[in-house]
């Protein structure tokens, strides 16, 4: 698990730290930094995703070198990684003790190397999901949510009771809905359809509406028996009812806490990003999950909410969301 | 000055600055760093606390500036002064607003609260059409509420009932920069929503 991101010209974020949690949820206006710092996490798997050009801050000096430093948490946190680009395009990984900056053993890197090449970055796009696949084993949902059919049919025949889980709270979220059942559109191929509860007609994927095909996505994720160990998620509320916001959130608390969900599994460490105030309210008590993305004149920052002082003072009688947006927490659009 | 605007919409902020400007003789500038934001009024009254209460505790404000729409509500009559009705918003926001400050006796800036009635774009049409007045308006909501005297408010005022944010915005400040040349007769005809306002900035 990782406890913080340092960003030195990386993109937007010139200068910026985000402070990490098994869960954090992240707000802020856009290109504010938000699926930045997602996106460094995918550099993490693959320095050559992305050449000194693609990343290097721009618009307020020569820059000439990129970084990205991960500091881990418990029980790697002696560790940190460091990622460079040379403006000579040399790109560096390095695996390192904090303190003295040596090279760590290899059975820990092989370790940290295992849990960053298992990192998700994931925005749903109904488009992705709703596609049928060819079935094919170990196939892992996309970023996008492509592979869903083949996922769920895995689930289905390999923990039923997980797929039945699923089905179980599928039918609170959309009560319309009784089960998943599997198409094959073609020899070798998924795709997913909902039947109805009222008159059992199955209503194919494509015809279903977005929010519910992110609702399924999400679902999925929360009830794989081996998620990755961390997941970006890009606006998990898009397109949902915000009444049924309080069911994301603890289909996301379900992969940051498996303990507290009965699952026997290693937590996954959740970062999501929203602009919706009905889904940050619902982090009120917990203001150490959240962050604020502000923007600046040449970059960007990152603001632990729990750093602010008399926060509960301050929101004794007003919605989280409510002063979110009002603009005096910021990580609001400074013009608007 | 180092002034936080509290209002329903970006225009508003505008001809409201530019009104509170006028009437403090200096330019004010905000005090925010980012300008403060309601989604209509349950969300002023709202957010009123959280507002003050940020100010106090990390900006360094001379003074808060609310204003809301009155829309179909009871207008503020001058004898609310003694004793609050709580039907009349700008008893309400009067009530939290003295209400937070109780509890923070080290808070310097000042409150300065106005009611638009029954919205702030009847100030707007003030300069060229002086129908709509809060006297007016007392008598049309003797009759229950009007949405739709307020809906054809805005189509006067910006001839669409869907005016852009852009359009808005300069109708705010043109217009507010028309009042500004007789605030004395603005205030006349708007007694009770815009003149607590006024009265409570010259205070300042």
Excluded at chain 2, 172 to 192: G, M, T, W, Y
Aim: with cysteine; charged share 20%.
């Amino acid at each position: 698990m990782f406890q913080s991101i340092q960003f030195k010209n990386f993109k937007v974020l010139r200068e910026a730290t985000l402070q990490l949690r098994p869960f954090t949820l992240i707000l802020g206006p856009n290109g504010s930094g938000k699926s930045t710092a997602l996106q460094a996490l995918l550099a993490l798997q693959n320095l050559n995703r992305f050449q000194f050009s693609d990343v290097a801050s721009v618009g307020a000096g020569v820059v000439k070198d990129v970084s990205v430093t991960i500091r881990w948490a418990a029980p790697f946190s002696e560790c940190v990684t460091v990622m460079n680009w040379a403006q000579d395009n040399r790109k560096a990984l390095n695996y390192l003790h904090e303190k003295n900056r040596t090279r760590l053993g290899d059975e820990i890197v092989i370790e940290l190397q295992r849990i960053l090449n298992g990192i998700q970055v994931c925005a749903f796009d109904s488009e992705a999901v709703i596609q049928p696949v060819m079935l094919t084993p170990n196939a892992t949902l996309s970023p996008k949510g492509m592979n869903l059919p083949v996922v769920l049919d895995r689930l289905r025949d390999q923990w039923p009771e997980r797929f039945e889980a699923i089905n179980k709270e599928m039918r609170q979220w959309l009560p319309e809905f009784d089960t998943i059942l599997f198409d094959t559109p073609d020899n070798g191929q998924r795709s997913i359809k909902l039947r109805m509860k009222q008159s059992g007609v199955a209503i194919a994927a494509k015809d279903l509406s977005q929010g519910t095909l992110q609702a399924l996505a999400i679902l999925t994720i929360a009830y794989l028996p081996d998620p990755p160990r961390a997941i970006g998620i890009e606006e998990p509320d898009r397109g949902i009812h915000p009444r049924l916001l309080r069911q994301v959130r603890d289909a996301l608390y379900r992969l940051s806490y498996p303990d507290q969900f009965g699952e026997g599994r290693a937590p996954t460490q959740v970062i999501a990003t929203t602009h919706s105030p009905y889904f940050l309210d619902l982090y009120r008590d917990r203001p150490e999950e959240v962050v604020l993305a502000e923007k600046l004149d040449t970059g960007a920052r990152f603001i632990p909410l729990s750093s602010y002082q008399h926060l509960e003072e301050i929101l004794r009688d007003t919605q989280l969301g409510e002063a979110w947006y009002s603009g005096i927490l910021g990580g609001v659009p400074t013009n608007s | 000055m180092r002034v936080a605007i509290l209002s329903e919409s970006p225009a508003d902020e505008i001809a409201v600055r530019i009104l509170a400007d006028s009437i403090l003789g200096l330019s004010t500038q905000l005090a925010v760093s980012h300008k403060i934001r309601s989604r209509g009024w349950p969300a002023v009254l709202n957010t009123l606390p959280a507002v003050i209460r940020q100010l106090h505790y990390t900006e360094s404000a001379d003074g808060l500036i609310v204003v809301a729409d009155s829309d179909d509500t009871p207008l503020h009559e001058t004898h609310h002064d003694s004793e609050a009705s709580v039907d009349c918003r700008l008893c309400q926001l009067r009530k939290k607003a003295v209400d937070v400050l109780s509890d923070l006796p080290a808070a310097t800036f000042k409150v300065a609260i106005g009611i638009a009635v029954p919205a702030i774009e009847a100030w707007y049409l003030f300069p060229t059409d002086a129908r709509l007045t809060e006297s007016t308006w007392r008598q049309h909501l003797g009759s229950g509420p009007r949405p739709d005297i307020r809906r054809n408010l805005k189509k006067k005022v910006y001839g669409t009932e869907l005016p852009s944010q852009t359009v808005e915005n300069q109708r705010a400040e043109d217009a507010a920069k028309q009042l500004i040349s007789n605030l004395h007769l603005f205030e006349q005809h708007f007694p009770n929503g815009f003149g607590p306002l006024a009265q409570a900035l010259r205070s300042w």
